[in-house]
Every structure is written in structure tokens, then in C-alpha cells.
């Protein structure tokens, strides 16, 4: 499973976040709604986790609109967490909004210093996204350990 390995994050470290006022702006990408739900439900209780109030949610069409979104966003925020879903079908599609999605994101980040909060599941089959989308059920959360992970970034950096 992906998950092996994975930091363990508790509460204190969501709880800083929270207490030194982190600004956290979800995007979000509409197509596959149930997997989609899931992965912002995650997020949003890792923000509640942290004391954040309910962070603002932007919706885009799919996966490969979620680094522009992301680069207009980053400057109002201290961090952004992209959120999407892409399920490899019969051609190449797949790979090109992929690759799109993870440069363009890696791209804003770099580009901008905040932090982007890495949620985008790609994956062989829809089984894979649902056992991955923090659903009942499902073996991990990844909606949560994006905004875990975008929240402790953005605190790491705002101590420096």
C-alpha cells in the first residue's frame, strides 16, 4: 500500500498550524464526484483538526486545471491544496494530465515559495482512487494528508 512509510502526524503539529493562522485555500477538480467528495471531506478535517475554519473551496473542471488555479490562488494564501483524480484509461491521456498536473503544480510552488499540498491520486483503476479517497472504508485519506502536508509546510516556512 502507499501509505507504508508514511510520517505520522498528531494533532500538536495540526494544532500549530491552526494557532499561527495558516490561510489554506482547497482546489479542487469535479470529474470522478464520489473520489472527488471524499479527498475534500479529508482535507477539510484536517483543516478543522488544526483549528483552521472551513477553508475556502474552488472547484476546477478536471485535474489539468488545477495548476493555473493554483498559481492566481498562491498569492492570497500560505498554502494551496490541489486535489484531483485521474484513472488510466485506453490511451495516453492519462499520462499527459499527469505529467501536466505534477509539473505544473511542482512549477507553482517552486515559482511562488507556497507550499502546494500534493492530492492528486493517480491511479489504475477506480477501486485504487476509492480505497485512497478517505471514503468509508478506504484504507487511507489522502485529502487529509494533503492538507496535513501543505499546513506543515507552510508553518515550517513561516518560521524562517
Not at 477538480?29 to 471524499?38: E, K, N, P
Not at 489522502?142 to 515550517?156: N, R
Request: glycine share 14%.
Amino acid at each position: 500500500m502507499s501509505g507504508h512509510g508514511a510520517p505520522l502526524v498528531g494533532a500538536n503539529e495540526l494544532a500549530a498550524a491552526g494557532e499561527a493562522g495558516v490561510r489554506a485555500v482547497i482546489v479542487a477538480a469535479s470529474w470522478h464526484t464520489q473520489i472527488m467528495d471524499g479527498l475534500v471531506d479529508g482535507a477539510l478535517r484536517a483543516a478543522a483538526d488544526a483549528g483552521i475554519k472551513t477553508p475556502e473551496v474552488i472547484r476546477v473542471p478536471g485535474t489539468f486545471e488545477l495548476p493555473v488555479a493554483a498559481s492566481r490562488l498562491a498569492h492570497s494564501f500560505d498554502t494551496v491544496i490541489a486535489l484531483g483524480v485521474v484513472i488510466r484509461g485506453g490511451t495516453p491521456h492519462f499520462d499527459f494530465v499527469c505529467q501536466g498536473a505534477t509539473m505544473g503544480l511542482t512549477d507553482v510552488s517552486v515559482r511562488t515559495g507556497v507550499p502546494v499540498g500534493f492530492g492528486v491520486l493517480t491511479c489504475d483503476t477506480e477501486e485504487q482512487a476509492i480505497a485512497r479517497a478517505g471514503l468509508e472504508g478506504s484504507v487511507e485519506d489522502k485529502g487529509y494528508e494533503a492538507m496535513s502536508a501543505g499546513l506543515q509546510t507552510a508553518l515550517v516556512l513561516a518560521r524562517r
